[in-house]
């Protein structure tokens, strides 16, 4: 099935060690996500690629940085993770951006800090 | 900036009707997405309004209302397992990102 596949699910790091998360997708899609999601809060948006061309949101801390080789991967590098970095991140595909293409989202990794 | 709002939480009864309100302030609206969520699992897309008027999927519906900012989804026939939280989305502005609320909790009980 085609999909949105995360790795690790789970993922504890200390504080300042630099983490990466992955994420590949079997979609072909051209564009991915990656969302920030504190626990009981709505998922933030911290940055997309279309293509290659890389879009940063204007609140995305400088510690946070992305990577995308080909169409299929995507990462998330934490250069310096606080322990206010804890949190769901969640990784997503869509075919464009247009209407009416839908996010399909991955099962997230939650990152632990300590 | 978008501005988002839906009721925190909300109890039903199994077999029971649900509404979950969202309402938005945004420019440049290019559609409404609900999605649902179970805990500590990804959003799962339920479904999309960009027009006015009801658009129906099984036991959910949702609606929209441009000239109001609002939407709301409708669950029939509730089961134990729609307990999930209901997250609504506006896509907008020229790069058409999604914008979250800050989601619904929907406990069904028996």
């Known amino acids: 099935d085609a999909m949105v596949i995360q790795n690790p699910r789970y993922q504890v790091t200390q504080f300042g060690k630099p983490v990466t998360l992955s994420c590949s997708q079997t979609l072909n899609h051209n564009v991915m996500y990656w969302y920030q999601q504190k626990s009981s809060q709505a998922p933030k948006l911290l940055f997309h690629?279309?293509?290659?061309?890389?879009?940063n949101e204007a609140d995305t801390p400088d510690n946070f940085q992305s990577r995308r080789p080909n169409t299929s991967f995507c990462f998330l590098d934490i250069r310096s993770p606080g322990l206010g970095d804890a949190a769901m991140y969640l990784c997503?595909?869509?075919?464009?951006?247009?209407?009416?293409?839908?996010?399909?989202f991955g099962p997230g990794t939650r990152l632990t800090v300590t | 900036g978008q501005n988002i709002d839906q009721p925190t939480e909300m109890t039903a009864t199994e077999g029971a009707i649900v509404q979950i309100n969202c309402t938005y302030q945004t420019s440049g609206f290019n559609g409404l997405f609900w999605y649902q969520q179970h805990a500590g699992e990804a959003p799962t897309f339920l479904s999309y309004n960009v027009l006015d008027g009801l658009e129906e999927k099984g036991r959910f519906s949702s609606f929209l209302s441009r000239s109001k900012g609002y939407s709301y989804l409708l669950l029939k026939e509730l089961q134990m397992k729609d307990s999930a939280s209901y997250l609504c989305?506006?896509?907008?502005?020229?790069?058409?990102?999604?914008?979250f609320g800050g989601g619904t909790r929907l406990m069904v009980k028996p």
């Open positions: 690629y279309y293509d290659k061309d890389f879009n």
């Open positions: 997503a595909t869509s075919d464009g951006t247009g209407i009416p293409y839908e996010q399909y």
């Open positions: 989305a506006v896509r907008a502005g020229a790069g058409n990102m999604l914008t």
